[in-house]
């Protein structure tokens, strides 16, 4: 049994043609084993969270009720993004176990519409957000290593409250940053082996072995992208995350959930009315 389907050229060189597509049953099941160990783990296992510091005192009053957390912009390219990506795993996925319908368009639109959310997204956290806020940073590290120790009885001292993300968000941030940068540049140049009416349809663009490199590529990112869609959807719906789902819909979360979850020093509220802020809620970036 091969990870690849290999084809012969018409020169006679092996070259491979796409993934095998029993990997779309790995990556499923990977993704649900990974939430049933860890649904088990919170359940039965899990230590109530402990964090370093105290919040500065009368720091809760000066926060307004409701704390920003999304714009309406990082919203709308959250929810647009999405829907392209669900379109795209059941267009690519559907036909491949057994139900067939004419894919390939609706693949491509979604494909097109997913590239041009993430060329919107590098532009809008590179220029008008805190574009360091996802990136893991040294603070990140030491307090992985103090759970670690901790998680297995070592002594060790708490960690600190979060920044805006958690280490766990920024390293699927890592991880999906990877897979849908794979999936995009790889799905733009296989747009020149469909008939698509934008593009010039050229399969010669590329050598049998690149092509057969580059499909490979597309399917390996895009099997992987099942499992982080699933593990990204079971966070969304764990009850102590709610109130980060909410955000993401409505752009705002309870001052109650910053102070216990964040630390405010690594991630700055700012209250001044001279912000421009709607009374009794901070900006977001
Ligand atoms: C969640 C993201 C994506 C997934 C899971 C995915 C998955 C797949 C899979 C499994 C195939 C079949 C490949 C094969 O037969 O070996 C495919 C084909 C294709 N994909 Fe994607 N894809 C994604 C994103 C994109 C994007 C962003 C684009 C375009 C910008 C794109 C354009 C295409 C095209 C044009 C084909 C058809 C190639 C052909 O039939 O020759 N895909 N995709």
Known sequence: ???????????????????????????LIAGL??????AIYVRFFAKKKEFAGEIPPGLRGRLPERV???SLAARLFHWIMAAAMFTLLFTAFLPKVGIRFDWVT?????GIVLTASIIFHIVHASFF???WSIWPDRIDLEDSGKRMA???GRPASPPHRSGKYPLDNKMYHLVIVLCGLAVTLTGVFMMFRVRTGILPRNPYLFSDMTWGLMYVLHGLAGVGLIALVIVHVYFALRPEKLAITYSMIFGTMSRDFYL?????ERWVIKTE????NRPGVANAD
Do not use: C, N
């Open 68 to 70: 920003a957390r999304h």
């Open 150 to 152: 901790r998680f297995f």
């Open 260 to 264: 216990d979850e964040h630390d405010p």
């Open 1 to 27: 049994m091969g990870f690849l389907e290999w084809a012969t050229s018409p020169w006679g060189q092996k070259v491979p043609i796409h993934i095998a597509w029993f990997l779309i049953w790995v990556s």
């Open 273 to 276: 009315p001279s912000s421009g």
């Open 106 to 110: 609706y693949h491509w639109i979604a």
């Open 33 to 38: 084993l990974f939430l049933i160990v860890h």
């Open 129 to 131: 957000l805190d574009f």
